[in-house]
């Protein structure tokens, strides 16, 4: 999966210089208006602050060369944030990688999330804590890493109480939680915050208390 750099060295705003790209490589150039973009969300920028001329000149290119690759600023933002949620999928289901335990797969899960979370937190805060624009309500960014989480709830509830629609609502709870202790202690790091995972386990235990092995 092509990737969003990132550029531990690079500030958004800072002068930045460009080779030509050769004949027919708009991909690159495509590549390089998300890559800046990324940066000055990351910095701060909102999606409505944000501007096409910003973003070219974050870039170093015309302005107008940004209306080759997207129609408008939502379509640049959109394609940014899918790139970041693609990142996230990723990670969740490495994690979930060898494991056949229900249970445990759901625990495993929930912990790529939250080193994302950890890891990434200007990627997090991007697609997490700013407002992204619809572009299409029936098809939202990043419902497939959602649907990760849906899937492994789905295979932990009781053959009798199990539902596509008991799924969707436990997994919303799950996210909500996860989405708590990760923001929390970002926000409250002097706060005595148990340990991550024991408190992962021991609220996913208390859901599915049938299933819950000793990890």
């Given at each position: 999966?092509?990737?969003?750099k990132?550029?531990?060295?690079?500030?958004?705003?800072?002068?930045?210089?460009?080779?030509?790209?050769?004949?027919g490589?708009?991909q690159?150039?495509?590549?390089?208006?998300?890559?800046?973009a990324?940066?000055?969300?990351?910095?701060?920028a909102?999606p409505e602050s944000?501007?096409?001329?910003?973003?070219?000149?974050?870039?170093?290119?015309?302005?107008?060369?940004?209306?080759?690759?997207?129609?408008?600023?939502d379509?640049?933002?959109?394609?940014?944030?899918?790139?970041?949620?693609g990142?996230?999928?990723?990670?969740?289901?490495?994690?979930?990688?060898?494991?056949t335990h229900p249970?445990?797969?759901?625990?495993?899960?929930?912990?790529?999330?939250?080193?994302?979370?950890?890891?990434?937190?200007s990627a997090y805060?991007?697609?997490?804590?700013?407002?992204?624009?619809v572009?299409?309500?029936?098809?939202p960014?990043?419902?497939?890493?959602?649907?990760?989480?849906?899937d492994?709830?789905?295979?932990?509830?009781p053959?009798?109480?199990?539902?596509p629609?008991?799924?969707?609502a436990?997994a919303t709870?799950?996210?909500?939680a996860?989405?708590?202790?990760?923001?929390?202690?970002?926000?409250l790091?002097?706060?005595?915050?148990?340990d991550?995972?024991?408190q992962?386990?021991?609220f996913?235990?208390?859901?599915?208390?049938?299933?819950?092995?000793?990890i």
């Open positions: 999966m092509e990737s969003i990132e550029e531990p060295g690079r500030k958004a705003g800072s002068p930045t210089r460009r080779e030509r790209n050769a004949h490589s708009g690159h150039l495509r590549q390089e208006l998300m890559d800046a990324d940066r000055l969300l990351a910095a701060g909102t944000l501007s096409l001329r910003a973003v070219a000149r974050e870039a170093g290119v015309a302005a107008p060369s940004v209306y080759l690759q997207f129609e408008n600023k379509a640049l933002i959109d394609a940014v944030v899918a790139k970041r949620f990142q996230l999928a990723e990670q969740v289901t490495a994690s979930l990688a060898g494991e249970f445990t797969r759901l625990v495993r899960g929930c912990e790529g999330y939250i080193a994302f979370a950890q890891e990434h937190p805060r991007m697609i997490f804590e700013i407002t992204i624009p572009r299409d309500p029936d098809i960014t990043g419902r497939d890493v959602f649907q990760l989480l849906v492994a709830t789905y295979a932990c509830l053959a009798d109480h199990a539902s629609e008991k799924a969707f436990t709870d799950i996210w909500v996860m989405h708590g202790m990760v923001t929390l202690r970002r926000h790091p002097a706060f005595p915050w148990p991550t995972s024991e992962l386990i021991g996913l235990g208390a859901l599915f208390p049938h299933l819950r092995p000793s």
